[in-house]
């Protein structure tokens, strides 16, 4: 129901008062027969800076849930990402320099650093600070890989060691010297560094991958994709978001994307997330009068911002400490809006993800508040198995060039100008949930390292995976071999995979007998993890006729790469299973030339599907699709 204080703080007429209030209570009638949730929205919220504790009472989560702080100032200041190495120590990201005053003064000054966070007693607190890199100019990105962090600061990517294990880094070794361009608006440069169950690291708003091996980097071109953030789920798919579209995605895997191979037009290879009902709408808790375009289009009637705006920070929800029905699941930030959503993920066989907005009839979103001032900018899985969500706790959100004169006006209405060097970090809990045991990876023996390839907490299975590779732990091959081969465990024979592909001793042999497996994961791995000649197709094509439209995609993806007549033969069969299915079409796109495109459409079209009294309105559409994008006619 819409709180009809908003209208009495508007300076209309009584009459238009009068009028706008009839329309406001019709409004609410009209939603309360629909089945409108009842959302409350504080129409007078909080704008003075407050202390942790207050903070978190204007803070609201669903019922069982429940945020426990683990960091906050003045340990940290300007969080905008972290990172944790084996042992569970947290690496923060501090944006220190990001507007400061209302004209961005001292953006460019050095004073961004990286502070490491350590629990020493096990409760659960980040008791001991210590600051691990300092000196940064607009620092916005940091992973744990190999024995050191990949650093963020435009227009470089670092690689920061601490050889000596006193907490500092003492070696700063460039990787990339054009990151990002340096003069560029903050809120459009890379960030969002991620590891990929492939064993390489993507990255958001950047057209690079990087991949640690021997102790140095190499990397190569992919689309750039994204603006703040990278969700990366169990098996390897990403989402990213721009501002106003808080997801989006790619039909196929990364690597067939990499530029030199990637033949088919990138329009047609992303687009494939779904959202069901009003998801792009957004459901806060307090009034939003700091909009950059103030009260048009973009504020509800009950004041509040209507839809995305600055959607960040996604990512998939991998852990086990929140209940099954969480694993999973899709959240992302709005920092505009003060809120975290929280997104139900199906996936289907046309290739689409589609995402659905778990509170959009009840509470609205997981997470909002009514403290003008929480920003959440990024959610994390962690160690323990928790949801962790970083606030940059700060009045002014909107960086200098996007500072409108009402938006200016609004900011200094309210003063939320003079907050500036906060920030915490929340741990989400659940009840009847205790956070998981603190890991040890760094220091664990190699039977350890492969046992956490099993565990239920997924970020527990990307550090082992991740130390093993870089490592070059050879001896546990035949240990990973028996995983592929004999494991209940479908998470941890894709992993096992995987490791063995990053060691690069991944036998053919095991391969094949994963392309076997009873899940079509870890077989669409099979069939990402070697290079297949046509002298091998024959053990493709024993899987076809039984194969779904998303090994089958995988099949096309694999063959693809050859241009032999075989290829294109097996190819044909591929389409022939499911010719109308999206991402089957989609992945014919990424690997095929136009010519053979065009070769295809006489074999497509004789399939049943395309005649007689068979045919469907949605094969004519299908073929107007095909003619319009693929041969463009």
Not at 34 to 49: F, L, M, S
Not at 152 to 167: A, H
Not at 454 to 473: C, E, F, T
Not at 571 to 594: D, G, H, Q, Y
């Amino acid at each position: 129901m819409i709180d009809c204080r908003f209208i009495y703080q508007t300076k209309l007429s009584k009459p238009l008062n009068f009028l706008l209030f009839l329309s406001i209570l019709l409004q609410s009638f009209l939603s309360s027969i629909q089945g409108e949730p009842d959302r409350k929205v504080i129409q007078k919220p909080n704008t003075a800076p407050l202390n942790p504790s207050d903070s978190m009472k204007l803070i609201n989560l669903p019922k069982g849930f429940s945020l426990e702080l683990v960091a906050s100032e003045p340990q940290i200041s300007e969080p905008v990402a972290l990172t944790w190495d084996g042992n569970g120590r947290m690496y923060v990201v501090e944006m220190r320099g990001y507007m400061q005053s209302m004209d961005g003064t001292g953006a460019k000054d050095p004073v961004g650093r990286i502070s490491l966070l350590e629990d020493t007693d096990g409760d659960g607190n980040f008791d001991k600070h210590s600051v691990f890199l300092d000196r940064l100019v607009e620092p916005r990105a940091v992973l744990y890989v190999g024995n050191g962090l990949l650093v963020g600061e435009p227009s470089d990517l670092w690689y920061c060691q601490d050889t000596d294990n006193d907490g500092k880094s003492d070696t700063k070794d460039k990787v990339y010297d054009k990151f990002s361009l340096r003069e560029s608006n903050v809120e459009h440069k890379a960030n969002g560094l991620i590891l990929g169950i492939d064993n390489w690291v993507y990255v958001s708003q950047h057209g690079r991958r990087y991949q640690f091996q021997g102790g140095k980097f190499r990397h190569e071109k992919v689309p750039r994709v994204g603006q703040w953030g990278l969700a990366r789920n169990d098996e390897g798919r990403f989402l990213f978001s721009t501002n106003s579209i808080p997801a989006m995605g790619f039909f196929i895997s990364p690597e067939y994307l990499v530029s030199g191979r990637n033949k088919g037009p990138e329009k047609l290879i992303t687009g494939a997330v779904l959202k069901v009902g009003k998801y792009n709408e957004v459901w806060p808790a307090m009034t939003t009068a700091d909009l950059q375009s103030g009260v048009g289009a973009s504020r509800s009637s009950d004041g509040t911002l209507r839809s995305f705006t600055s959607a960040c920070g996604q990512s998939f929800f991998r852990g086990d400490r929140l209940g099954e029905d969480v694993h999973g699941d899709y959240f992302v930030c709005e920092p505009v809006g003060r809120l975290v959503r929280r997104s139900k993920v199906k996936y289907l066989d046309s290739g689409h993800l589609e995402l659905s907005n778990l509170y959009e009839n009840s509470i609205g979103e997981f997470i909002t508040s009514s403290d003008g001032n929480f920003r959440p900018v990024n959610t994390y899985t962690g160690p323990d198995g928790c949801l962790y969500v970083v606030d940059m706790y700060r009045g002014v959100i909107q960086e200098k060039s996007f500072m409108t004169p009402y938006l200016k006006q609004e900011i200094l209405k309210s003063k939320y100008d003079k907050n500036i060097g906060r920030g915490r970090i929340y741990r989400v809990k659940r009840d009847g949930f205790s956070p998981g045991e603190k890991p040890n990876l760094l220091d664990a023996d190699p039977e350890r390292l492969v046992a956490s390839l099993k565990h239920p907490n997924g970020w527990w299975r990307d550090m082992a995976q991740s130390i093993i590779v870089n490592r070059r732990l050879v001896k546990l091959v035949p240990f990973l071999e028996k995983i592929v081969m004999s494991d209940p465990d479908p998470l941890a024979r894709l992993h096992a995979l995987w490791t063995l592909r990053g060691l690069s001793r991944l036998e053919n042999e095991v391969a094949l007998a994963a392309l076997e497996d009873a899940d079509e994961r870890v077989v669409s791995a099979s069939l990402r993890t070697i290079n297949w000649s046509p002298s091998e197709y024959s053990y493709i094509e024993t899987i076809i006729d039984e194969a779904g439209p998303i090994v089958i995609a995988h099949i096309i993806l694999a063959v693809g790469q050859n241009k032999s007549q075989k290829s294109k033969d097996l190819i044909l069969k591929c389409i022939s299973r499911f010719p109308m299915n999206e991402r089957v079409l989609r992945s014919v796109l990424a690997v095929t030339s136009r010519e053979d495109l065009k070769s295809y459409r006489s074999e497509i079209i004789s399939n049943p599907v395309f005649q007689g009294d068979t045919k469907t309105k949605k094969a004519d559409e299908w073929l107007k699709r095909w003619d319009k994008f693929v041969l463009n006619e």
